[in-house]
């Protein structure tokens, strides 16, 4: 299994950013999968999941209205769409692969994911 993060960048308080996650080595359509987040110094935060299906999206209320998920189950990948981004949503970004589909799992817990990226580093600043 490997997923590659991708898309992060410097941007200021009210831009846009798409993050995108290529997967590969697994059946994708078969698996929810998430983008979690961890600032310095604080433990990885759960964001949003989507169902295996890509018909149901979940996210953390911190980004809900701004973040959008979504995935492509031919190109086996999941992009995290990130708007009016604020400074407090600066951190690494880490895609993972949920050991089920959405209700197998404790969608907010990192122990329901069993492979994730290597992360992205979005940060927000002026």
């Known amino acids: 299994v490997q997923l590659q993060a991708s898309g992060g960048g410097l941007v200021q308080p009210g831009a846009s950013l798409r993050l995108s996650c290529l997967a590969s080595?697994?059946?994708?359509?078969?698996?929810?999968m998430s983008w979690f987040r961890q600032a310095p110094g604080k433990e990885r935060e759960w964001v949003a999941v989507?169902?295996?299906?890509?018909?149901?999206?979940y996210y953390h209320h911190h980004v809900k209205g701004r973040f959008t998920i979504s995935r492509d189950n031919r190109k086996n990948t999941i992009d995290l769409q990130m708007d009016n981004l604020e400074p407090e949503d600066t951190a690494v970004y880490y895609c993972?692969?949920?050991?089920?589909?959405?209700?197998?799992?404790?969608?907010?817990?990192?122990?329901?994911?069993?492979?994730w990226g290597q992360g992205t580093k979005v940060t927000v600043s002026s």
């Open positions: 993972g692969k949920g050991r089920g589909d959405i209700k197998s799992l404790q969608i907010s817990g990192p122990r329901s994911y069993d492979h």
């Open positions: 080595g697994f059946t994708f359509s078969q698996y929810a």
């Open positions: 989507v169902s295996a299906s890509g018909g149901s999206q």
